[in-house]
Nanobody, 124 residues
Framework: QGALVESGGGLVQAGGSLRLSCAAS????????MAWFRQVSGKEREFVAA????????DYADPVKGRFTISRDNARNAVYLQMNSLKPEDTGVYYC?????????????????WGKGTLVTVSS
C-alpha cells in the first residue's frame, strides 16, 4: 500500500512563488507517471501538470503554462511543483496523484493514489 503526502502550500501575494512537494512512501513511485491537480470549493478537480517516470516528458494545463514547472527526484521518491507568478485564480487545494498504468494523466478517473492535498491561497 502506498501513500502520497503533499506539502509547501500557504498564503502568498499575487506575483509570488511557492514550491509544492509530494513525498511518496510505502511503495516505489519512481516507475510511475505522476500528476498534480487542484480543486476550488464547489468545482471539479482540474488537471495542472504531469510528468513521465523519467522526467523527460511533461505536460501542463494552459492556465499554468510558462509559470509552473513540474519535476521529480526518483532517488527521493518525490515530485515537485514550482509555481511562479502566482495569480488569485491559482488558489485552491493542490493534490499529487500517481497515474494508473497507461491511463490519461489529465483525467482524475485514471489516477491510482491521491494525497490529501495542500492549500494554496493567492491574495490580490
Amino acid at each position: 500500500q502506498g501513500a502520497l503526502v503533499e506539502s509547501g502550500g500557504g498564503l502568498v501575494q499575487a506575483g509570488g512563488s511557492l514550491r509544492l512537494s509530494c513525498a511518496a512512501s510505502g511503495r516505489t513511485f519512481s516507475s510511475l507517471r505522476m500528476a498534480w491537480f487542484r480543486q476550488v470549493s464547489g468545482k471539479e478537480r482540474e488537471f495542472v501538470a504531469a510528468i513521465s517516470w523519467t522526467g523527460g516528458v511533461t505536460d501542463y494545463a494552459d492556465p499554468v503554462k510558462g509559470r509552473f514547472t513540474i519535476s521529480r527526484d526518483n532517488a527521493r521518491n518525490a515530485v515537485y511543483l514550482q509555481m511562479n507568478s502566482l495569480k488569485p485564480e491559482d488558489t485552491g487545494v493542490y493534490y499529487c496523484a500517481s497515474v494508473r498504468g497507461a491511463g490519461n494523466w489529465r483525467s482524475t478517473r485514471d489516477m491510482d493514489y491521491w494525497g490529501k492535498g495542500t492549500l494554496v491561497t493567492v491574495s490580490s
